[in-house]
Nanobody, 121 residues
């Protein structure tokens, strides 16, 4: 079994910063792409940022240079540094990862449990 455990959420004032972390553990043979999604109340889940094993990046249009995704392959961990946070960034943030549990096995998508980010004055 594979677990994704997120940390780093919380409450911050507009203009503030937070860094989210997500570590894959358990039966992890190889981690391919990793990413962050978010879901605000009453809205659909949307992609925030993604990073491939070789470091290619993709960001949602709303990020506008405010967020930075990175990963530590040795720790099977993905990070999301969020700066200049706005009230519209308030949401539950989920990480996901494309994980192979054994050599020769398939890649499967796993999700974290979510971490709340609240931006409010």
């Amino acid at each position: 079994q594979v677990q994704l455990v997120e940390s780093g959420g919380g409450s911050v004032q507009p203009g503030g910063s937070l860094t989210l972390s997500c570590a894959a553990s358990g039966r992890v043979f190889r981690v391919n792409s990793m990413g962050w999604y978010r879901q605000a109340p009453g809205k659909q889940r949307e992609s925030v940022a993604g990073i491939t094993l070789d470091g290619r990046l993709v960001y949602g249009d709303f990020v506008k240079g405010r967020f930075t995704i990175s990963r530590d392959n040795a720790k099977n961990t993905v990070y999301l540094q969020m700066n200049s946070l706005e009230p519209e960034d308030t949401a539950v943030y989920y990480c996901n990862a494309d994980v192979k549990s054994r050599q020769g096995g398939p890649f499967d998508i796993y999700w974290g449990q979510g971490t709340q980010v609240t931006v409010s004055s």
